[in-house]
C-alpha cells in the first residue's frame, strides 16, 4: 500500500480521491481510474482512424459543455477521462503561485456521438459512483440518461450529474 506524504486534510483527500492504489479491491470504477492514471480511460473503440479522429477531436474541443446542459437530460452511451494539471486556486478562487492540483477531464459521449466536456471533481465522482453501480459504459445495454446540475458548497458551485 502506497504511503501518502504529509500533506494538509483538505490535500489528502483529494489525493486519495483520485488515487487507485488506495483501493483494495478491483471494482469497475478502480477499473477505470487504473487507466486514467495509466493516462486516460476511453469506453469507445478506437480502432480506425475515424474511431481515433472523433475521440481527439472531441478532448481537444467537445460539442458543448456540461456546465451548458444543467438540467438537460443527456443519453450517455461513452466516456473519455484523463488527468489534467491546473494551476491551484485558494478558497476565494485566486491562483496559488508555484502550486498545482490534478483534475479529471471527462467527455461525456450521448448514443448520437455528441460529446459534453468537462473538468469537475464533482461530476467525475457522480460518473465514478454511476460505473460503480453499472459497469464500465461498454459493457451497457443501453444508455443511461443523465442529467448534470449545480450544487452549491460554500462560496462555489459544483457541477453534478443525476441519473435520470
Known sequence: ?????????KERKKLTMF???LVPKETPATMMESSIFGGCYCSLPMNTDEEKKKIFNATNRADASLRECIN???????LYI??????????????????TQLSPRMIIFDKDGKSYGCC??????S?????SMYGLPDTWDK???IVPGLVTSGKNQVLTITIA
Request: net charge negative.
Open 19 to 21: 488515487n487507485q492504489n
Open 82 to 99: 484523463e488527468p489534467v494539471e491546473f494551476e491551484a486556486k485558494d478558497d476565494d478562487g485566486r491562483p496559488i503561485e508555484g502550486k
Open 127 to 131: 460518473i465514478k459512483r454511476i460505473v
Open 72 to 78: 438537460m437530460p443527456i443519453e450517455m452511451m461513452g
Open 1 to 9: 500500500m502506497q504511503t501518502l506524504p504529509k500533506l494538509a486534510s
Open 143 to 145: 444508455p443511461i440518461t
Open 120 to 125: 469537475s471533481m464533482g461530476a467525475y465522482n
